[in-house]
């Protein structure tokens, strides 16, 4: 089965936020597993599935924002080239002479 990732660019702050979260939920899931009973476990697994949630949540939110800027990015591109269009539309109204038109042929 295929799946999508995304592939994130993350500074070292991030890495290590990202690995210290991870360690503690490590020491969570240590605890409860060594404590025991099936309350603990359904407990557990609540906590794996919220942590996992949040780590996709992180994960969107960081695909969200690229493509903002991508967007973004696409928008600027667009006003630029409208510009140039009317730029250049008004630039070619303004070289060509005026003509007349032709008179309706006379009646007599």
Known sequence: QNT???NEVLD?????RRYKKEID????KLRYTSAGGEK????????????SLQDEKDALEV????LLAVQEEKEK????LTDMVITHGASMNSQQ???????????S
């Open 25 to 28: 939920n490590l020491k969570k």
């Open 63 to 66: 695909e969200n924002s690229a």
């Open 12 to 16: 070292d702050q991030a890495l290590l």
């Open 4 to 6: 999508a990732t995304v």
């Open 40 to 51: 603990d476990m359904e407990i557990c697994q609540m906590i794996n599935q919220l942590e």
């Open 97 to 107: 002479p005026m003509r007349r038109s032709k008179p309706t042929s006379r009646q």
């Open 77 to 80: 591109k667009i006003a630029k």
